[in-house]
Nanobody, 115 residues
Framework: QVQLVESGGGLVQAGGSLRLSCTVS????????MGWHRQAPGKQRELVAG???????NYADFVKGRFTISRDNVKNIVYLQMNSLKLEDTAVYYC?????????WGQGTQVTVSR
C-alpha cells in the first residue's frame, strides 16, 4: 500500500502563489509516476500535472507556465508550485501515485483563490 498526505493548501489572492506538498509513505518502490489532480465544485476531477520516475513532466494546458511539479526522491515528497493563481484554480487538489494498473490517492487539500 501507498499512503499520500497533501499539505500546503489555503486561501490566497488572485495573482499569488502556493506550494503544495505530497508526502509519500508505505511501499514506495516501483512507483511509476506521481501527479496532481484537482476537482472544483460541480466539475470532474482533472489532471493538473504529472511527473514520471525519470522526472519527465507533463502539464495541463491551463497551468502551463504557471505551475511546476517536482519531486524529492530522498524525502519522498512531490511538490506543486503554483504561481499567478487565478480564481478558476479554486479546487480541491489531490495527489496521486501510480504503480502499474493501481492508483493511490490522498485525501486532498483545498485551494481557494479570492479576488
Amino acid at each position: 500500500q501507498v499512503q499520500l498526505v497533501e499539505s500546503g493548501g489555503g486561501l490566497v489572492q488572485a495573482g499569488g502563489s502556493l506550494r503544495l506538498s505530497c508526502t509519500v509513505s508505505g511501499y514506495t518502490f516501483d512507483i511509476d509516476s506521481m501527479g496532481w489532480h484537482r476537482q472544483a465544485p460541480g466539475k470532474q476531477r482533472e489532471l493538473v500535472a504529472g511527473i514520471s520516475s525519470d522526472s519527465s513532466t507533463n502539464y495541463a494546458d491551463f497551468v502551463k507556465g504557471r505551475f511546476t511539479i517536482s519531486r524529492d526522491n530522498v524525502k519522498n515528497i512531490v511538490y506543486l508550485q503554483m504561481n499567478s493563481l487565478k480564481l478558476e484554480d479554486t479546487a480541491v487538489y489531490y495527489c496521486c501515485a501510480r504503480r502499474g494498473p493501481n492508483y493511490y490517492w490522498g485525501q486532498g487539500t483545498q485551494v481557494t483563490v479570492s479576488r
